[in-house]
């Protein structure tokens, strides 16, 4: 989601931090095969704020569950990672949150990509609906990043975790796609946003660090020098008290002359 319109979405009071319902509509219809990239168009993310803005509150709470709410938490994320996602608030934790998610999806696609044609089981819709949510997750982790960027958090710890960890699911995604299962043209779709997005949060990641480390890194430089000048200070402040109170004692030991004596 860009920027302008994540701000809107926040200013209507329809996101708590962690999914908004221009996320949950996305991950709706990218459960659809061969739709995921449209959602992920400029025009549709506008589009959708628009409906929402459009139609009466009552309306759009009752088509996008509450943020938090059960429904949403089982279409998107289990209890388990729903507790995760909320308990990480610092910045560096939550990129690390996100992380996890996306490689639990990557890994199961890996595995049931691969499997035998079973028409027992419904493994393509499923498979396209783990990638809908890894790219729904990366995109969240972008907005995440842009926010946080935005508003100078420091990020460092969670941004090389990702620059880490990312190019390895790029690998994976690039071996799925260059190993094409029988569920394919189920998920392909997803797969190339899934590349596109990573690839995408890889190279704003890689920026931001270098940004904050150089921003980040000044500011710790002058943090310590002024909490060396502050010590040199204290030092030469403590040194001058010593000095005084010598004198003083000096000065009740023997006495100050008198002006007589002076005389």
């Known amino acids: 989601m860009s920027r302008r319109l994540r701000a809107f979405v926040r200013a209507a009071g329809w996101s708590d931090g962690t999914f908004s319902p221009v996320f949950y509509l996305k991950s709706q219809i990218s459960n659809f095969p061969g739709v995921g990239r449209f959602t992920r168009h400029p025009i549709v993310e506008t589009t959708l704020v628009l409906l929402l803005l459009a139609a009466p509150r009552s309306v759009w709470c009752g088509v996008v569950p509450a943020?938090?709410?059960?429904?949403?938490?089982?279409?998107?994320?289990?209890?388990?990672?729903?507790?995760?996602?909320?308990?990480?608030?610092?910045?560096?934790?939550?990129?690390?949150?996100?992380?996890?998610?996306?490689?639990?999806?990557?890994?199961?696609?890996?595995?049931?990509?691969?499997?035998?044609?079973?028409p027992r089981y419904d493994t393509g819709p499923y498979l396209e609906k783990e990638m809908g949510q890894y790219v729904a997750l990366t995109d969240e982790l972008k907005n995440w990043i842009e926010d946080k960027y935005d508003r100078q958090l420091d990020m460092r710890r969670g941004l090389r975790k990702l620059l880490e960890a990312g190019p390895q699911q790029l690998q994976?995604?690039?071996?799925?796609?260059?190993s094409p299962g029988p569920y394919a043209a189920d998920y392909r779709g997803s797969l190339n946003d899934a590349i596109d997005d990573l690839t995408d949060a890889l190279d704003g990641a890689t920026k931001a660090l270098a940004d904050q480390e150089k921003k980040l890194g000044q500011l710790k430089q002058q943090e310590k020098a002024d909490a060396r000048t502050a010590k040199e200070r204290a030092k030469e402040e403590k040194k001058r008290e010593k000095e005084e109170k010598k004198l003083r004692k000096r000065e009740h030991k023997h006495g100050v002359p008198a002006d007589t004596d002076q005389e």
């Open 172 to 178: 994976k995604l690039h071996r799925i796609q260059e």
């Open 67 to 118: 943020a938090g709410s059960q429904a949403q938490e089982q279409d998107i994320l289990s209890d388990e990672e729903d507790k995760k996602i909320r308990e990480a608030q610092e910045p560096s934790d939550r990129i690390e949150v996100y992380i996890e998610f996306t490689q639990a999806r990557l890994e199961r696609v890996e595995e049931f990509s691969q499997k035998p044609a079973d």
